[in-house]
């Protein structure tokens, strides 16, 4: 793999979402070192997808769905559904358990979207290097640019569901089965809606529909915020002399 197609392919997409969702989290931002460790986080949880991908055969099904994604789109959209929907949510999942206990700037609702995302963007960027080998032009930017984000917006639906849980001491038992199966279902959804040139425009609503949300989501939690700092106007400085001990 060439330097250049590293660059364009795999480290800007990322650094450019990376300084998105840096930037969405403007007011009370996490540190670099937690932002980082969460990329790689979500890079070697990519790493393991991908081997486990290895002994699906074991198990009577393809680790490449391409043989059945034309011949059989039945069988393709129940593959997609359950095993790349549960399977690449549950990898990107086992490090926000980390997250969610061990990081201690982990104290407010929002951090839950951003580190979920985060952790996915790490995941789309060693997912990109398997297949940015075979693409060009276009399709190579597209990929670059749209994987990253598309993987963030599922991540964060079973990161608010959980995060807000730890956080409000909430019931794992409903948060985290919740968030997991509606995001890889959307994912599973997804996933087969792009292989079909006439409802790819339905993956892209997809997409924007459960974007939506999250911005409309991280808008509300950036008022509850505003409202706490002005309630509380020594919050902002003990959460950093909390980060900082």
Known sequence: MTLTLVLSGILAPAIFWIVYFYYIDRYKPEPFKFVGMAYIMGMLCAYACLKFYGILPFLGLPEDPSAIMENNRLAFFWYCMGAVGILEELFKFLPFIIVIFCFRAFDEKIDSIIYSSI?????????????????????????????????????SIWGYSVGVARLSKGSYWIAVPFGLIVSAVLHGLFDFLTTSPTLRLAASLVIL??????????????KEEIKLKHYFPFFRFNKLKKMNN
């Open 119 to 155: 952790i996915a963007l790490g995941f789309a960027s060693f997912e990109n290097t398997n297949y940015l080998v075979y693409l060009d032009g276009f399709e190579l930017f597209g990929r670059a640019v749209a994987s990253p984000i598309t993987h963030a917006i599922f991540s």
């Open 209 to 222: 529909a459960i974007w939506i949300w999250q911005l409309l989501t991280i808008d509300h939690l950036h």
